[in-house]
């Protein structure tokens, strides 16, 4: 193995820690969420459609997916370890013999479609796996729900301060003016008591 194969396992190895990729083959339907950037805006476009191609291998692997839009057939080819793909999402595995099914192309309506197949090679753990995983814009999610809670928290307990600061204050003022009014008092009161005597 040399230099380069080595470094591009040790980068395959860190990103199959950090992304979840279900095993398809072609045949399968799948939904690739891909991040769009629009100007300074980034969201998540969701792409199904059928693998009908798987090539390379490792970190240079790619496969490509056919849906038909708006009566028009649309392929587009996808870097499987691409940082733009956001989730990979297995819809449902077709029944094919072939590795490359470019002969969709040519076929148009009841002849184009897959069979679904219910057995056979990693069909029974990728279903349970894709339910199971939460995609990574879920993920996501559920970190801005928990730190807008915190946040929520952190308000209130801000706004809760502030107001003991204000009462706090509001006495501290009272007890001065009270200070105040008892020490002008007996002095009122001693000039008068001179001025009887």
């Known amino acids: 193995m040399n230099t380069l194969q080595k470094f591009e396992a040790k980068q395959l190895a860190s990103l199959q820690d950090s992304k979840k990729i279900p095993v398809f083959s072609p045949g399968d339907t799948v939904r690739v969420n891909v991040r769009v950037k629009e100007g300074t805006r980034e969201r998540i476009q969701a792409y199904e459609g059928v693998c ?3 090539s390379g291998s490792g970190i240079n ?9 708006f009566g028009e057939g649309v392929e587009r080819v996808f870097p499987l370890w691409s940082s733009r793909i956001d989730s990979i999402e297995l819809v ?6 072939r590795a490359k099914l470019y002969y969709l192309r040519d076929r148009r309506g009841k002849s184009a479609r897959i069979a ?8 029974d753990t990728n279903i349970d796996e894709a339910a199971e995983a939460l995609t ?6 559920q970190k801005k729900a928990a730190k807008d809670a915190k946040r929520a928290e952190a308000r209130k307990a801000n706004d809760e301060a502030a107001k003991a600061k204000a009462a706090a204050k509001e006495a501290e003022k009272k ?5 105040a009014a008892a020490a002008e008092a007996p002095a009122e009161a001693a000039p008068a008591e001179g001025g009887a005597e």
């Open 92 to 97: 449902r595995k077709g029944d094919v013999r």
């Open 52 to 54: 009908i191609a798987r």
């Open 116 to 123: 679904e197949r219910t057995t056979g090679h990693g069909f």
């Open 61 to 69: 692997e790619s496969f490509c997916v056919r849906k038909i839009s």
């Open 136 to 141: 990574q814009t879920q993920k996501r999610a």
């Open 175 to 179: 007890a001065a003016e009270a200070e």
